[in-house]
């Protein structure tokens, strides 16, 4: 194979996010065979493909540590707009049993895509429901097309409203066929080396729709396979109220009996974790996808980030299925929660300096990933350039800060392992007008409407 270069040249500032949080003003980036060589002034150029950054803030790729691609199809979907979330899960249950395999590849696909237009390089996935012969392969495919890294989590639930749990009976599985199908997903999908552009993790849905079995059980073949542990936990009062009335304990102590703590584990939400949760997830190196715009959605809360990061809880940034955030834009993401944070603990609670940081290193560290979240050499090469000359950034002072407090800005450029998926505002990896018009029959189907 060809060696290739690229000379991203004279930025206006790179932030690194390396160990010294270094922001070079007029700084270069030079790329090889998709990773980071080298950080700097004046890099050189020999047979290398120049790309001009002026005028441009880069960063590292933004990273989203919890989303429901398959929901895509289901944004303001009336029946849900004003729920909490058992009553949102109700309301929407019956229309994704309706959805196929060509549902769940075509949602992943505008859901990613809207990613990648947001500055995202890596996304994890949560599909918890199969409708269909639906398969985790549908979302792994359609990842791969649009090009971005992707950590496929094999959801499951298990416990349908005939046994006290929320979900239809008809969307829950076998748990014996659950487990097979997760083994089988790992050896087929699960890439643990360097710069690997699909991983695996293994993710019952959530305590009030899976066993204590499912989730012990699960635990222990993720272990044995050496991937990660993902779930729901603490989202909001009904959650707490469940976990207290059916376990007896709070979540954080339900998860850490049957082996859903450690450096290895990360949960969506945890918005209600209590004081002495908090210190056992950062004693152990529990992470926590924080999905600020879902839970505000919801009306779940504000998560006590702030408390989270000064005990040092792994923290990373979550924009949730589209069905309860509307829309998939990480740059929207990281300004909520620096502005619940300030709401909930005061102005000085977060700075769009750390947001960024969690919406970078954070979700790197939340994913178990050493390779990307930062711009040094031996990184991969996924990385941001934000056109900071437009109008919407006009009179702005401090340009690193306007992409958290201005945001949504759009991306000029997204590279993913050295490779443009993004270029020049436009995504070069899918056709969206054609995204949109396939999105638009699919809801028709699925809300019951003959096709226009």
Request: glycine residues 10%.
């Amino acid at each position: 194979m060809k060696a290739t270069r690229t000379l991203i040249r004279n930025a206006d500032i790179v932030v690194t996010m390396n160990d010294d949080r270094q922001e070079i003003a007029g700084g270069d980036i030079l790329i090889e065979n998709g990773r980071i060589a080298a950080v700097g002034h004046n890099l050189p150029r020999e047979g290398a493909e120049v790309i001009e950054a002026g005028g441009c803030v880069v960063t590292p790729g933004l990273i989203n540590t919890h989303h429901h691609l398959f929901q895509t199809l289901t944004r303001a979907v009336p029946a849900a707009q004003d729920a909490a979330l058992f009553g949102w899960l109700r309301t929407l249950y019956p229309i994704w049993a309706r959805m196929g395999p060509d549902d769940i590849r075509l949602s992943a696909q505008v859901g990613l895509a809207e990613l990648a237009l947001s500055g995202c390089t890596c996304s994890s996935d949560h599909l918890y429901l199969f409708p269909n012969g639906a398969r985790l392969d549908d979302s792994i495919e359609a990842a791969s097309e649009i090009g971005i890294r992707f950590t496929a989590t094999r959801g499951a639930m298990s416990i349908g409203e005939s046994k006290g749990g929320l979900p239809p009976d008809a969307l829950v599985e076998d748990e014996a066929a659950i487990l097979r199908d997760s083994e089988r997903v790992v050896d087929a999908f699960h890439d643990p080396g360097e710069g690997a552009m699909v991983q695996v993790a293994l993710a019952p849905c959530s305590p009030f729709s899976v066993s204590r079995e499912l989730m012990r059980v699960a635990a222990v073949l993720a272990r044995e396979k050496g991937v990660r542990l993902h779930t729901h936990l603490a989202e909001n009062d009904e959650d707490i109220r469940y976990s207290l009335d059916n376990f007896g304990m709070l979540p954080g102590d339900y998860a850490e009996s049957l082996g859903w703590t450690g450096d290895d584990v990360w949960h969506a939400h945890c918005v209600k974790l209590s004081g002495p949760e908090i210190d056992l997830f950062a004693r152990t190196g529990t992470g926590v996808a924080h999905c600020p715009c879902s839970n505000a959605r919801l009306a779940s809360g504000i998560a006590p980030v702030r408390a989270m990061r000064d005990a040092g809880v792994p923290v990373g940034l979550g924009v949730d299925g589209s069905a309860s955030n509307d829309c998939s834009h990480l740059g929207l993401e990281a300004r909520q929660a620096m502005l619940v944070a300030r709401l909930k603990d005061g102005p000085a609670a977060m700075g769009a300096r750390e947001a960024l940081e969690i919406a970078t290193l954070g979700g790197a560290r939340v994913l178990g990933r050493s390779d990307i979240g930062a711009l040094k050499p031996g990184m991969q090469a996924d990385l941001v350039l934000w056109d900071v000359s437009d109008l919407p950034l006009a009179g702005q002072w401090d340009p690193v800060a306007a992409l958290t407090f201005c945001a949504p800005i759009r991306p000029r450029a997204v590279y993913v392992q050295g490779r443009a998926v993004v270029q020049d505002y436009r995504l070069q990896t899918a056709d969206p007008r054609d995204l949109y018009a396939r999105a638009k029959k699919s809801v028709a189907r699925l809300a019951g409407e003959t096709p226009t």
